[in-house]
């Protein structure tokens, strides 16, 4: 019977795992003394066990974990050292730990990686998970992938979005404030418009000749109509008269898309140049790297971690292959060293939270208000990832501190210990209501592009007709074409046979309307005529007007 109380008690007793990180959970038995074990009564024993609560519990109770940290991650986690060399945590995450602790029992100590980086290489805090050198790693640790067959992720506590911190630029990258009204597919679809209503307007009026005769109204030429879309987008008049209805109606219809179209481009033009809206050149990461900046990100954060071993941000990647990148030890104290890099141009990537800290303490460093919110956050994050503690693989610890740390993340603690220290207004924001927003030379750029683009074609349409002057090739093209006309062909040769071919010194581009303007005028060059022609006194050609004895007067085809 001894022997049998002996092996009972043996089997009964709790003893505690030696090793925390052990998956195996400790006999759910309760310890009895052996003062009590000899009034139990030898033929029935009784072993009392503890339910899971009890055991989830006490199971930590006296124990003491090695807890990982980031030294220099202020204000989620950092560390201080006391004079015989003790590590203190502090932060956002030893407060969790702290709750953590009061409600398990257990002592910690701190224990700092060698390397401040998320890759799995020696000394960093990835590595010592995987090792086993540490118990868990008390950080804010954004949720990588590639890192799931190695760690075990705990619950997600919160999300960061990473932004770009930027020197404040002085322009605005919405452009020329003339085109700021509407986006580039309005302006595209515009110009198609112009391009393609003169030609359809033609094509109508050419069609219902054809349809229903040759004397069904006037039809006006392609530049003329062309002349008119133009004219009308000016809101300038015109003395075109269709006697058609179709055609009028062509013409209302677009004269009302213009008075639409006008309407909202001014509406919105007042609307650009009265609010101060400003725009940053850095809406995407893709903009670092096709416009070349240079830029800096924290050694140790989830963009390192992607840009060398993921391909969420390809563009950086290049960038930083190209020289235009770089990561670095970045503490939140050295505000002179991050602004020495940002004055110069260039960008700094971390997450939102942290860049709020720091522009909080670079407003409270100035002193001259002309000197303030020099610098800006993007607005649209290019990267968000979760962010949690982390264990080693096959840790007991997950499932005792995740439900805990569940409560903080849902009733807003997390959330509230990130913002606590940051004011409710937005630090800097990227429109400054307080100035007032006045023309710049850029909002005009528009007009001086028009300027020079209209003068420019001036010159080489006059170019063209300073050439075609000197030569006459337009003039011989003109009564070529002319001359294979139906219904003005025999006319021009015969008008040609008598007078001969008009000379190069006529106006090239406006042949049928040449005009003798010198009213002394005796005569009008013609080659391949002789002097001694006698002119008929009479013309029945539709376009030589002779009055009498006087001279020419109009050469009119």
């Known amino acids: 019977m001894a022997l049998t109380n002996t092996l009972l008690l043996a089997l009964c007793?709790?003893?505690?795992?030696?090793?925390?990180?052990?998956?195996?959970?400790?006999?759910?038995?309760?310890?009895?003394?052996?003062?009590?074990?000899?009034?139990?009564?030898?033929?029935e024993y009784q072993c009392d066990l503890k339910n899971n609560f009890q055991i989830q519990y006490e199971i930590l109770r006296g124990k003491r974990l090695k807890i990982?940290?980031?030294?220099?991650?202020?204000?989620?986690?950092?560390?201080?050292?006391?004079?015989n060399g003790t590590l203190i945590g502090h932060g956002i995450a030893f407060e969790i730990v702290e709750t953590l602790r009061q409600r398990y029992g257990f002592t910690y100590d701190v224990v700092v990686p060698t390397r401040e980086t998320l890759l799995n290489e020696n000394g960093s805090i990835i590595y010592m998970l995987v090792n086993g050198e540490v118990d868990m790693a008390a950080a804010f640790i954004p949720v990588l992938p590639g890192l799931d067959d190695i760690v075990k992720w705990g619950i997600d506590l919160t999300q960061f979005q990473y932004v770009v911190l930027m020197k404040r630029p002085k322009e605005s990258a919405t452009g020329s404030g003339l085109l700021a009204p509407f986006e580039i597919e309005v302006w595209l679809l515009i110009l198609m418009s112009l391009i393609a209503v003169g030609p359809i307007i033609y094509g109508i009026m050419m069609l219902?000749?054809?349809?229903?005769?040759?004397?069904?109204?006037?039809?006006?030429?392609?530049?003329?109509?062309?002349?008119?879309?133009?004219?009308?987008?000016?809101?300038?008049g015109s003395s075109l008269n269709p006697d058609t209805d179709s055609a009028r109606l062509i013409f209302a219809t677009w004269w009302i898309f213009i008075m639409i179209l006008t309407s909202f481009y001014t509406a919105n033009l007042t609307a650009f140049l009265t609010?101060?809206?400003?725009?940053?050149?850095?809406?995407?990461?893709?903009?670092?790297a096709s416009n070349e900046y240079r830029w800096i990100s924290s050694e140790g954060s989830a963009v390192e971690y992607i840009v060398k071993v993921d391909n969420d941000l390809k563009p950086l990647k290049q960038s930083m292959f190209e020289g235009n990148g770089q990561f670095m030890v970045i503490n939140i104290d050295e505000i002179d060293t991050i602004l020495k890099h940002i004055s110069s141009g260039t960008l700094l990537l971390?997450?939102?939270?942290?860049?709020?800290?720091?522009?909080?303490?670079?407003?409270?460093?100035?002193?001259?208000?002309?000197?303030?919110?020099?610098?800006?956050?993007?607005?649209?994050?290019?990267l968000t990832r979760s962010m949690s503690f982390v264990y080693p693989k096959h840790s007991i610890l997950p499932p005792l501190f995740n439900p805990i740390m569940l409560s903080y993340m849902e009733s807003g603690i997390v959330r509230h210990l990130q913002t606590k220290d940051l004011p409710e207004a937005v630090i800097c924001p990227l429109n400054l209501g307080s100035k007032e927003r006045q023309l710049r030379n850029s909002d005009l750029y528009t007009t001086y592009a028009v300027v020079v683009c209209g003068f420019s074609m001036a010159a080489a349409v006059f170019t063209l007709e300073l050439l075609s002057t000197r030569t006459g090739w337009f003039v011989a093209a003109d009564l070529a074409r002319r001359s294979h006309d139906p219904l003005r062909g025999g006319v021009v040769r015969r008008e040609i046979a008598i007078f001969g071919q008009p000379s190069k010194a006529m106006y090239p581009f406006s042949h049928r309307d040449n005009v003798m303007n010198a009213a002394s005028a005796t005569h009008?060059?013609?080659r391949g005529s002789s002097s001694s022609t006698?002119?008929?006194?009479?013309?029945?050609?539709?376009?030589?007007?002779?009055?009498?004895?006087?001279s020419l007067r109009r050469f009119q085809y």
């Open 13 to 43: 007793a709790n003893w505690p795992p030696p090793n925390t990180t052990e998956t195996t959970l400790p006999p759910p038995w309760k310890w009895i003394s052996e003062h009590n074990a000899k009034f139990i009564n030898s033929s």
């Open 68 to 83: 990982a940290t980031f030294p220099n991650s202020k204000p989620l986690s950092w560390v201080t050292r006391e004079i």
């Open 208 to 236: 219902r000749h054809k349809l229903c005769g040759h004397d069904s109204g006037i039809i006006y030429p392609i530049p003329t109509c062309v002349w008119f879309v133009y004219g009308a987008l000016m809101k300038q």
């Open 275 to 288: 609010l101060s809206k400003f725009t940053l050149p850095i809406k995407r990461i893709d903009d670092i």
């Open 350 to 382: 971390h997450d939102k939270n942290w860049l709020n800290f720091l522009m909080l303490r670079i407003e409270r460093s100035i002193t001259d208000d002309k000197e303030r919110c020099r610098y800006v956050l993007t607005t649209d994050p290019y």
């Open 524 to 526: 009008f060059p013609f």
């Open 534 to 550: 006698s002119l008929p006194s009479s013309s029945s050609s539709p376009f030589l007007l002779l009055d009498g004895k006087s």
